[in-house]
């Protein structure tokens, strides 16, 4: 995308993954989740480059990297981030993940045994039971979604993103969250990751929680439709020493509800996770 250009292409598995790196300073990379791509830190990432060396990138089957028709679960997602991470040349980085790619840093830490001087967790996908009920229906029935006609899609995914936004996002606003699954072969990789989505990626690392080795912060939209902010209470609970934050007028993707507020955290977390 032209408004989010990412320049930079690592191979992983045969495959192109997109990123970019700005700015200079400590380190600080971003982690998006699904349906999404780099492209929520749109609002966020820009406040940093005058202060840190920003990383952010789109996981296999997302955004601007390759969309294969193969495996793009979680159970590869952190073999990427962890990859990537060497690849940058990045020890102890402060990480910043939502949905998804919550789960994919606390994989990446827990079982490739990456190291973060910070984790700053917004929404995460973490305890089970997950999924949105369209989510939960596509996993039952990938082949009749991957073929419907364009211009069903084209009605469905807007209307699937707006569920994860609390303000009413208009149109202009909400198309590059739209663009990467219309057409082809956009269709059948957005119902592929979903038919993909599979609990045993989160229930691998639950026990493990506890032994987070690095200061955690979460962040949760009050009215998150998506996952109900109880799990992140309960995820709370299972990490020692972490601080939650209920963020107020904010759905799952906090991101475009209230972004001042996920920057104003990180702002305060990371002085403190030092």
Known sequence: MADWPLAQTYRFNGHS????????????????????????????????????????????????????????????????????????????????????GGATALRAH???????????????????????????????????????????????????????????IPDHELAPYVRPWLGEPGQAALYRQIAQMDERYTREVEELYPTVRCPVQILWGEDDQWIPIERGRALHQMIAGSQFHAIANAGHLVQEDAPEAIVAAILRFLPLAG
């Open 17 to 100: 993954v997109r990123y970019a790196v700005r700015g200079d300073g400590p380190p600080l990379v971003f982690v998006h989740g699904t349906p999404f791509s780099s492209y929520v830190w749109h609002r966020i990432a820009p406040h940093f480059i005058t202060t840190h060396r920003v990383h952010y990138f789109d996981l296999l089957g997302y955004g601007q990297s390759t969309q294969p028709d193969g495996d793009v679960s979680l159970g590869v997602q952190n073999q990427l981030l962890a990859q990537l991470l060497e690849h940058w040349g990045l020890e102890r980085p402060d990480v910043v993940a939502h949905d998804f």
């Open 110 to 168: 827990l079982l490739n045994r990456k190291d973060y001087r910070s984790l700053t967790l917004i929404d995460p996908v973490a305890l089970s039971p997950w999924g949105s009920p369209f989510v939960q229906h596509v996993r039952q029935h990938e082949a009749a979604f991957s073929g419907l006609p364009d211009y069903i899609q084209q009605a469905i995914v807007p209307a699937y993103i707006r569920g994860a936004i609390k303000r009413k």
